[in-house]
């Protein structure tokens, strides 16, 4: 090997280490994050969002036919998970690359208006079982997610 | 007697699923799987008794449209959980990037 093409390869080494150390840096230094990090309170509301929603329906469930199920009895319910909601979707909104979730949340608030309507056109027995699993799985898909995003961390 | 076919929505969702996810699929298929059947049922159960007279045209809409921002949201968990994927697969190949730098040079530079 001559001491040109010795030259050229040490540069083409060198070239290749610089190259590497710029990805590195661009990169943030040897980790990337494309989604946000975990977070408690988004896990623990919508945690106790599934508890209040299964109780809301094993009440409606159980009264169906009675005064207290009525829609007009209980529009309280339907305020205070709005709230609850309305606060996790602010938290959720304050943390960076949390677009996901975001979108989840605002789902679900509109499910609760959906369920609302329901509830303005009366409910009956057949209502409840699809109700209960459309709840309950979008609990579970929030909750999913935000525990995938703990990257294998407890 | 229902007009839905249950194995064929399942089937599509979870299509749909996999084109989401990609290569990883496998790594998301059982939660997919459960959830998309759980939905799957739900719809047909609104049919039926759509079709028994239980259940009126605007209350079914209604109810359909909750089962159908619940796919979504299963959708959209499917989808984080592939960028949760993706970033683990770069960030174990940064780090490779990583060591080899600092051992080749003979110090921790990175």
Same mark, same amino acid.
């Given at each position: 090997?001559?001491? #040109? ?15 590497? *150390?710029? *990805? ?8 990337? #994050?494309? *989604? ?13 969002? #599934? ?52 979108? #989840? ?50 | ?110």
């Amino acid at each position: 090997m001559t001491s #040109q093409q010795r030259r050229l390869k040490g540069n083409i080494i060198a070239s290749r280490i610089i190259t590497l *150390i710029l *990805i590195l840096a661009l990169t943030g230094c040897a980790s990337i #994050q494309l *989604i946000s990090e975990y977070d408690k309170e988004i896990d623990i509301t919508v945690t106790a969002f #599934q508890k209040k929603m299964t109780r809301f329906l094993i009440s409606l469930e159980r009264n169906i036919g009675k005064e207290k199920s009525e829609y007009s009895n209980n529009t309280e319910f339907y305020d205070e998970i709005r709230v609850d909601l309305s606060a996790i979707k602010v938290r959720a909104a304050a943390i960076p690359k949390n677009e996901i979730t975001i979108k #989840q949340i605002n789902l679900l608030i509109e499910n609760v208006s959906n369920l609302e309507r329901l509830h303005k056109l009366g409910i009956t027995p057949v209502d409840i079982p699809p109700l209960r699993t459309a709840f309950n799985t979008s609990c579970t898909a929030i909750l999913k997610l935000e525990l995938a995003k703990k990257r294998g961390k407890h | 007697m229902a007009s839905i076919d249950l194995s064929k929505l399942v089937s599509d969702m979870q299509n749909a699923a996999k084109d989401v996810f990609g290569k990883r699929w496998p790594e998301a298929k059982d939660y997919a799987e459960t959830a998309f059947n759980q939905i799957g049922e739900a719809i047909l159960f609104i049919e039926k008794q759509r079709l028994l007279g239980k259940m009126s045209d605007e209350k079914a809409k209604l109810h359909l449209d909750i089962q159908k921002n619940a796919s979504k949201m299963i959708m959209l968990t499917l989808e984080g959980l592939g960028i949760v994927a993706v970033e683990a697969a770069i960030n174990a190949a940064l780090k490779i990037i990583k060591d080899t730098v600092n051992t080749a040079l003979g110090f921790t530079l990175i």
